[in-house]
């Protein structure tokens, strides 16, 4: 599935639902991605490339690195916990928004303020009872959205984007 394949499957799954989303909306941009196809990372890596010049991409590359390495000397989950910005992340917008995850494709909120609220709670219980809802809501369609496009096609194995990108950076 191309992205745009994968966009029109969200939207037929969705249809009519109110969405908060936009580019340039990035609360929920300070956490692990995980990807399932190398497509998808090397998609992601072939834009990324277009889009900085040398000296932004190398220290892209490093920022990718120590990140990476970071994931697999702490975990996923500590890693996660500790909310990191994605590395593609650009002044508050997705440097690579038409080919973003199919993780970060498949969440929808109809409210900005829910996101904002779960990235700056400690926990889950910190939460009002309204965003815990909400979130989770969130979350679990975005888990069966996921589900549904990866029985569509090739999946290569579950590892976090920064991981991905160094696997073909190394590859290259
Ligand atoms: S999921 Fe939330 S933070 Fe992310 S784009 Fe949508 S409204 Fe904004
Ligand atoms: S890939 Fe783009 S949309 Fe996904 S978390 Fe990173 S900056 Fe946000």
């Given at each position: 599935?191309?992205?745009?394949?994968?966009?029109?499957?969200?939207?037929?799954?969705?249809?009519?639902?109110?969405?908060?989303?936009?580019?340039?909306?990035?609360?929920?941009?300070?956490?692990?991605?995980?990807?399932?196809?190398?497509?998808?990372?090397?998609?992601?890596?072939?834009?990324?490339?277009?889009?900085?010049?040398?000296?932004?991409?190398?220290?892209?590359?490093?920022?990718?690195?120590?990140q990476a390495a970071a994931i697999a000397a702490i975990g996923h989950d500590a890693a996660q916990a500790g909310r990191w910005t994605c590395p593609l992340l650009r002044d508050g917008a997705c440097l690579v928004y038409e080919v973003r995850?199919?993780?970060?494709?498949?969440?929808?909120?109809?409210?900005?303020?829910?996101?904002?609220?779960?990235?700056?709670?400690?926990?889950?219980?910190?939460?009002?009872?309204?965003?815990?809802?909400?979130?989770?809501?969130?979350?679990?369609?975005?888990?069966?959205?996921?589900?549904?496009?990866?029985?569509?096609?090739?999946?290569?194995?579950?590892?976090?984007?920064?991981?991905?990108?160094?696997?073909?950076?190394?590859?290259?």
């Amino acid at each position: 599935m191309t992205p745009a394949d994968i966009d029109a499957f969200i939207a037929r799954a969705i249809a009519g639902e109110p969405m908060a989303c936009a580019r340039g909306c990035s609360w929920c941009c300070h956490q692990l991605v995980v990807l399932t196809c190398r497509d998808d990372a090397r998609r992601i890596l072939d834009t990324v490339r277009e889009r900085l010049d040398a000296a932004g991409f190398a220290a892209f590359e490093r920022q990718v690195r120590e990140q990476a390495a970071a994931i697999a000397a702490i975990g996923h989950d500590a890693a996660q916990a500790g909310r990191w910005t994605c590395p593609l992340l650009r002044d508050g917008a997705c440097l690579v928004y038409e080919v973003r995850p199919v993780a970060c494709r498949s969440v929808f909120s109809p409210d900005a303020a829910c996101c904002r609220a779960m990235m700056e709670a400690d926990d889950f219980a910190g939460l009002t009872p309204a965003h815990q809802a909400l979130a989770t809501r969130i979350g679990e369609r975005s888990f069966r959205l996921q589900v549904a496009i990866n029985d569509r096609r090739p999946v290569d194995g579950a590892k976090e984007l920064r991981q991905w990108l160094v696997e073909l950076l190394d590859a290259t």
